[in-house]
């Protein structure tokens, strides 16, 4: 796994990199111009579907890609998600993090603890849970009959966005993913049910950093931890 602090400005012009990286930890202090946003987070055609650019002022600057001065006693390569701020880092070496915006669990969703990647997906089906059609029966009315049950084939149209992250504990899925999402401007909110969401850009970054078996810590969240394991988006 290439851990290098070079390989998360995918995209940026090589100038723009040069002039951070000259000065090594600063990095996370420099600013990175709108410019050097705009081709980060602008439109990918070659993806098996269109990916649309992100508009810029509909997102929290916050919440943007940015390699930071973290301190863990995690490993390099595990993935810490912190729901209070809304961030979720990939842990490097020597003090830092690339740090991403996530939309995480509004209120009642909240989870926390440790699980790993059991598998990658790009362009994910999605299949709701009984517990969610439960909750939303009008849900029904926009799935079709897959392998695997009623479910939304991948797609444009598909909430999971352009990459999924399937996290299990033990032999057990969670059905909590970290996953991509068509609404960035939801990025920075506690917006789902539970699961971690990225803007498409963003998602496909970690997807290409972070193999099966990754660990993934979520931090305690504000509010208790559920004692469920309906899939969330």
């Known amino acids: 796994m290439d851990l290098n602090r070079r390989s998360f400005l995918l995209g940026v012009p090589a100038a723009?990199?040069?002039?951070?990286?000259?000065?090594?930890?600063?990095?996370?202090?420099?600013?990175?111009?709108?410019?050097?946003y705009q081709v980060m987070y602008a439109p990918i055609d070659d993806d098996i579907?269109?990916?649309?650019?992100?508009d810029l002022t509909r997102v929290d600057p916050n919440y943007l890609?940015?390699?930071?001065?973290?301190?863990?006693?995690?490993?390099?390569?595990?993935?810490?998600?912190?729901p209070r701020s809304r961030y979720l880092y990939l842990v490097l070496r020597d003090g830092m993090a690339v740090r991403?915006?996530?939309g995480v669990g509004r209120a009642g969703f909240g989870w926390s603890?440790?699980?790993v990647i059991k598998n990658k997906q790009e362009w994910p089906d999605w299949y709701p849970p009984k517990e969610m059609?439960?909750?939303?029966?009008?849900?029904?009315?926009?799935?079709g009959?897959?392998?695997?049950?009623?479910?939304?084939?991948?797609?444009?149209?598909?909430?999971l966005g352009a990459r999924a992250l399937y996290l299990w504990q033990g032999n057990k899925d969670t059905l909590y993913r970290i996953h991509g999402t068509f609404e960035p401007w939801t990025i920075g909110t506690n917006v789902s049910s539970g699961c971690i969401r990225m803007i498409n850009q963003d998602v496909i970054d970690l997807y290409s950093h972070v193999p099966d078996g990754t660990k993934v810590v979520v931090v305690g969240s504000a509010r208790p931890k559920?004692?469920?394991?309906?899939?969330r988006l």
Do not use: H, W
Not at 65 to 82: H, L, M, W
Not at 226 to 231: L, S
């Open 145 to 159: 009959e897959l392998p695997g049950g009623p479910g939304m084939p991948g797609g444009p149209g598909n909430p």
């Open 65 to 82: 890609r940015k390699v930071v001065p973290y301190q863990t006693s995690e490993a390099p390569g595990t993935i810490v998600v912190d």
């Open 49 to 54: 579907y269109p990916i649309p650019g992100i």
């Open 100 to 102: 991403y915006g996530v």
């Open 16 to 36: 723009a990199i040069c002039s951070s990286l000259q000065s090594g930890p600063s990095l996370a202090q420099a600013t990175i111009s709108r410019s050097t």
């Open 133 to 143: 059609f439960g909750r939303q029966p009008e849900l029904m009315e926009q799935m």
């Open 226 to 231: 559920r004692n469920q394991t309906a899939a």
């Open 113 to 115: 603890g440790n699980a």
